[in-house]
């Protein structure tokens, strides 16, 4: 049955396709995104859309699909998913379908999206049916899963639309709110000794204990007191530690690096200035404190009462949007002043799974409800 539908041997083809994003790919066993791109790009223009493509990088571009409207387009919704994945055995681009589920890299994160997306857009300009005044753009992004350079590059663009649905895994929860992404990288300095002497040496690892120790009691309690009504607290990880050569020299230098995961109302500025005043009471022993992710990663905060978000969750069949914890390209598409939400079959905890997987039934579900609502449009 399911090997049989349109989005299912869509899908299956583009988890055939490797294409790891190249920024983490060390095994050298992917082709990055550029042959997704172009079967994409080619199945676009036999289906008579029109297509173009935005350079991000070397070898790497951003697939624009438009469908115009019949009249004159005063509006653009735009379909958003990744074409990038993470790093897999090769065996693992070999689909399999065992009951209803299809395995393989890259099936729920995010090629399930870009199947429903893709082959809903491909259902509405093989009928003859299509908005009177909307523009409809699938926009295929490349390097989601390193540092959204797609979205970013597409966001700095003129191009703007009323509504972008980004995909991802959600378990088809409409999604109009996520966390933001901070990564601070911590220093201490000392003076390096001989083991056997450590008194005459300054050890910054102690430095940093005394600075961890900060962070994981008074921190925690303030970021515990803050709440989002969708989002719940804000978040910090200690995430890598790095300090000292050897057990017999004393540690001249520690590193500690943090993942601190931000609310709506939370900027770079305050939470530097949080750690800022946490740290001051250690006086010459507070470590330096830098941001060690140079591109912005806000939290995504859409109003669900915009008209676009209320025809899609009518469509959905949902009364309420939801939060995740999780980054997307939502987040960058919406700096460039795209509200956006995000939507997909699939469920995150599959995403970067060894077995990944994805329910055959939602991924018809999911090209179901994008077509329903590209023909709802005006």
């Known amino acids: 049955m399911y090997q049989e539908s349109p989005v299912v041997k869509l899908l299956s083809k583009l988890v055939s396709i490797p294409s790891i994003n190249p920024s983490l790919d060390q095994e050298l066993i992917g082709c990055g995104e550029e042959p997704v791109t172009a079967f994409l790009e080619e199945n676009a223009r036999n289906a008579g859309l029109v297509t173009e493509r935005q350079k991000v990088a070397t070898g790497r ?222 006086k010459t022993s507070a470590p330096k404190i830098k941001i060690s992710r140079s591109v912005p990663c806000p939290a995504l905060n859409t109003d669900p009462s915009l008209p676009f978000v209320r025809l899609f969750l009518q469509c959905t069949q949902q009364q309420k949007v939801k939060g995740v914890p999780y980054f997307t390209d939502a987040s960058p598409i919406s700096m460039g002043g795209t509200p956006s939400i995000v939507f997909g079959p699939g469920n995150i905890a599959q995403a970067h799974a060894e077995d990944e997987w994805i329910d055959l039934s939602q991924l018809e579900q999911a090209r179901s409800i994008i077509l329903n609502f590209l023909r709802e449009l005006p």
């Open 61 to 282: 571009d951003n697939l624009l699909v438009r469908l115009t409207p019949a009249g004159e387009v005063k509006n653009r919704v735009l379909l958003a998913p990744h074409l990038d994945v993470v790093p897999a055995a090769v065996e693992a681009f070999t689909p399999k379908i065992i009951g209803n589920q299809l395995h393989g890299r890259g099936s729920c994160d995010t090629k399930g999206s870009v199947a429903c997306f893709f082959q809903a857009l491909l259902d509405l300009a093989s009928s003859s049916q299509r908005p009177e005044e909307t523009e409809i753009l699938f926009v295929g992004l490349v390097d989601e899963e390193f540092a959204q350079a797609g979205s970013r590059t597409f966001a700095e663009s003129t191009i703007m639309g009323d509504l972008a649905i980004v995909g991802e895994p959600t378990g088809l929860d409409v999604v109009s709110s996520h966390k933001g992404s901070l990564w601070i990288q911590l220093e201490t300095t000392g003076k390096a000794a001989h083991g056997s002497t450590p008194e005459k040496g300054i050890n910054a690892i102690e430095k940093m204990h005394q600075a961890m120790n900060l962070l994981l009691g008074e921190y925690q309690n303030s970021l515990n007191s803050k709440s989002d009504p969708m989002l719940g607290r804000p978040t910090l990880s200690l995430g890598a530690i790095k300090g000292g050569d050897q057990p017999n020299i004393v540690p001249s230098r520690c590193q500690l690096e943090l993942d601190r995961r931000t609310i709506p109302g939370e900027t770079v500025e305050s939470v530097i200035e949080e750690l800022t005043s946490l740290f001051e009471p250690l």
